[in-house]
């Protein structure tokens, strides 16, 4: 990652995180202490910016500069709120579609999924802040470019933002290999929203548990699963032949 990507230094860290720049996630040095460490933990709540306290080698790997044991990796993008996009979707006379991804940390899979996204026509794209990918240089490059135009809304709690959809009148599908039914059993012409796992830990157990329908893409050969973005392209498009048939 380039330097002008990341911000050094704790008083530098809480300004940036005070003047609205969006700040993907903040490393600290695991024996960081004092009252202006204090306060930037209080504006990373408020803000609700991921901290991940680190030993001191990690951060002096990333960069030789005066540091000061936190580094903040600044966000290529600015990310939407659920609770904003999901209404103005409605207001716009959309019909949603929103893929939700959990747990997906290769940036090359999330790049893929995004231009896909794009190019199907989905809404958004829904990740956790905390265990998942994050939109970086590297990501927009695999995306095309599609990470600049499709919404990205990164939320704190993964699962009340699936509640959050239901509330919203949008059906959640899961797809995981511990489903009955095929991918292609369930009704997706009517809002939805299309929730991926990672290739090896899957949709975790108790994201499963508030979906509305799971299902599953049918595997014929000895490998035992597919690549997430190509099955996340699958579901993508059996939503859109069902809404243009």
């Keep these: 990652?380039?330097?002008?990507?990341?911000?050094?230094?704790?008083?530098?860290?809480?300004e940036a995180a005070e003047a609205g720049k969006d700040i993907d996630k903040v490393l600290v040095k695991r024996e960081l202490s004092?009252?202006?460490?204090?306060?930037?933990?209080?504006?990373?709540?408020?803000?609700?910016?991921?901290?991940?306290k680190v030993p001191l080698e990690r951060i002096d790997r990333i960069t030789r500069k005066n540091h000061q044991g936190v580094i903040a990796f600044t966000a290529a993008v600015t990310y939407q709120k659920l609770e904003q996009v999901i209404p103005f979707l409605y207001e716009q006379g959309k019909n949603p579609l929103i893929t939700?991804?959990?747990g997906i940390t290769d940036v090359r899979n999330f790049g893929a999924i995004a231009r896909t996204c794009e190019v199907a026509g989905v809404d958004a794209i829904v990740i956790p802040a905390r265990g998942s990918v994050s939109v970086n240089a590297d990501a927009i490059k695999t995306s095309a470019g599609a990470l600049h135009t499709i919404p990205?809304?990164?939320?704190?709690?993964?699962?009340?933002?699936?509640?959050?959809?239901k509330n919203s009148g949008i059906k959640v599908v899961?797809?995981?290999?511990?489903?009955?039914?095929?991918?292609?059993?369930?009704?997706?012409?009517?809002?939805?929203?299309i929730l991926m796992?990672?290739?090896?830990?899957?949709?975790?157990?108790?994201?499963?548990?508030v979906c509305d329908e799971l299902v599953k893409i049918p595997q014929?050969?000895?490998?035992?699963?597919?690549?997430?973005?190509?099955?996340?392209g699958v579901m993508i498009y059996e939503a859109i032949r069902q809404r243009n048939n």
């Design 1 to 14: 990652m380039k330097e002008k990507e990341m911000i050094f230094g704790i008083r530098a860290v809480i």
């Design 34 to 52: 004092g009252e202006l460490f204090k306060e930037l933990q209080e504006v990373l709540r408020r803000y609700e910016i991921p901290m991940q």
């Design 100 to 102: 939700v991804l959990d």
């Design 152 to 165: 990205v809304c990164r939320e704190n709690n993964l699962k009340e933002a699936i509640v959050f959809l």
């Design 174 to 193: 899961a797809a995981t290999e511990k489903a009955a039914q095929n991918y292609t059993e369930t009704d997706y012409r009517d809002p939805i929203a």
């Design 197 to 209: 796992g990672s290739e090896d830990e899957g949709v975790s157990p108790e994201i499963l548990r």
């Design 220 to 232: 014929y050969g000895n490998i035992q699963s597919l690549n997430v973005s190509v099955a996340a």
